[in-house]
């Protein structure tokens, strides 16, 4: 059966593809990351979503990259985002601004309101916020309206890129994860991002942490969790495990080999496997 991408007509539309459900998605939810490591201009974010926007989700601000920004200028990129039917997260930048007290926290989250941002991550990847905070964050991130994203880690002392060499770090044991998965869900937040560190990220794929993935699966299902898979030897790893519905926050680069795997485009050895290539000599 043919997909169904768009109402309009896709080059060679007669090639089958894995059908690709319409926006707004439940499932197969896909965020891609905006400015930390490239800047992802205003421009670039215009041109990327009106190529390839039908297949993307959500849009993520890393790194508190906003803060760098003018008011205006953020919101006329939400604005585009929305546009295209396409979320937007703070990212998890909460856990910057709380270091200058709970005050801070409460401008942040009323800013984020007015600035019409739709998710607010609640992370604390960097930063050691005791369980009943983060989950009292999540309470008001959603009094507001908001979307609440907590972020769940198996390693406390990095994230942002910091690629542990030279950082105290410690792993979490499952039961301790569990737990904050846990509060979170019962705090009513619907989707919680697994951070990679102690996972997948710097890590050879023969010590990634696939247990820990698919116990967190079998205990709260896996529609309960977007996975951080900015690597496409991840990304591919959750695909092929868990199949195109699953959810996964991806790097903006990768949006187009992403897409040709979840779709069956190309690339993954399976398009071909069982299948009869010919093309007969004689033919016409």
């Known amino acids: 059966m043919l997909s169904y991408l768009s109402a309009e ?16 998605r439940k499932t197969g939810v896909i965020e891609f990351r905006g400015p930390y490591y490239t800047p992802v201009t205003y421009g670039y974010l ?39 039917n396409v979320y937007v997260s703070t990212g998890g930048f909460v856990e910057r601004v709380i270091v200058q007290g709970p005050d801070a926290v409460d401008n942040y989250l009323e800013e984020c309101k007015t600035l019409e941002f739709d998710i607010v991550e609640v992370s604390s ?46 792993m979490r044991t499952f039961a301790d994860v569990a737990k904050e998965t846990t509060a979170h869900l019962n705090a009513g937040a619907n989707v919680l991002m697994l951070e990679s560190e102690g996972i997948t990220e710097d890590l ?19 529609h309960t969790w977007m996975f951080e898979a900015s690597d496409p ?14 959810n996964l926050f991806i790097d903006h680069s990768q949006i187009v080999e992403f897409n040709a795997w979840r779709l069956g485009l190309w690339g993954d050895s399976d398009i071909w496997k069982g299948k009869r290539l010919s093309y007969p000599a004689n033919k016409g």
């Open 9 to 24: 007509s896709k080059t060679f539309d007669f090639v089958r593809l894995n059908r690709l459900l319409e926006k707004p």
């Open 46 to 84: 215009k041109d990327l979503l009106e190529d390839w926007g039908e297949y993307v989700d959500g849009f993520k601000f890393a790194g508190g990259s906003m803060r760098l920004l003018t008011r205006d200028k953020t919101k006329k990129m939400i604005d585009l985002c929305h546009q295209h």
């Open 125 to 170: 990847g960097l930063a050691s916020i005791k369980l009943e905070d983060k989950v009292a964050i999540v309470k008001q991130v959603q009094r507001l309206g908001m979307k609440a994203k907590p972020e769940v880690s198996m390693m406390i002392g990095a994230g942002a890129g910091t690629h542990i060499v030279g950082y105290k770090t410690r």
């Open 204 to 222: 050879p794929p023969r010590r990634w942490r696939k247990d820990v993935v698919k116990k967190l699966v079998d205990k709260f299902g896996y």
């Open 233 to 246: 030897p991840v990304f591919k790893w959750y695909l092929k495990t868990f199949g195109k519905d699953v």
